[in-house]
């Protein structure tokens, strides 16, 4: 059962923007941690932006400026708005969400997409 879904890659020129989205249909009282990785092109897979469950966000220093995390108002879905796009930015960008379970919400659990390609053109 696919519980991790994204969408919104495709491919646009260098200076470009695109949104992707990422959906995680499964249930949880304790809320989850939701992030955005990528593996371009011959390169390990490396973090770019997270959102937890309190609302707090991170970035790479690669995406700073130029990459906005934000959730929806049921926080289950994540948006990454990719603005400024440039080559470096091509990748396999894949949705992670950690889900908090258990009566103390202590109890972890990871879940990950099948990812979505962004392809940038200079």
């Known amino acids: 059962q696919v519980q991790t879904v994204e969408s919104g890659g495709g491919s646009v020129q260098a200076g470009g923007s695109l949104r992707l989205s990422c959906d995680d249909s499964?249930?949880?009282?304790?809320?989850?941690?939701m992030s955005w990785y990528r593996q371009g092109p011959g390169k390990e897979r490396e973090f770019v932006s997270e959102?937890?469950?309190?609302?707090?966000?991170w970035y790479a220093d690669s995406v700073k400026g130029r990459f906005t995390i934000s959730q929806g108002k049921d926080k289950r879905t994540v948006y990454l708005q990719m603005n400024s796009l440039n080559s470096g930015d091509t990748a396999m960008y894949y949705c992670?969400?950690?889900?908090?379970?258990?009566?103390?919400?202590?109890?972890?659990?990871?879940?990950w997409g099948q990812g979505t390609q962004v392809t940038v053109s200079s």
């Open positions: 959102i937890d469950r309190m609302g707090s966000t």
């Open positions: 992670k969400s950690v889900r908090y379970a258990g009566s103390r919400c202590d109890i972890l659990t990871t879940y």
């Open positions: 499964g249930y949880t009282l304790c809320g989850r941690d």
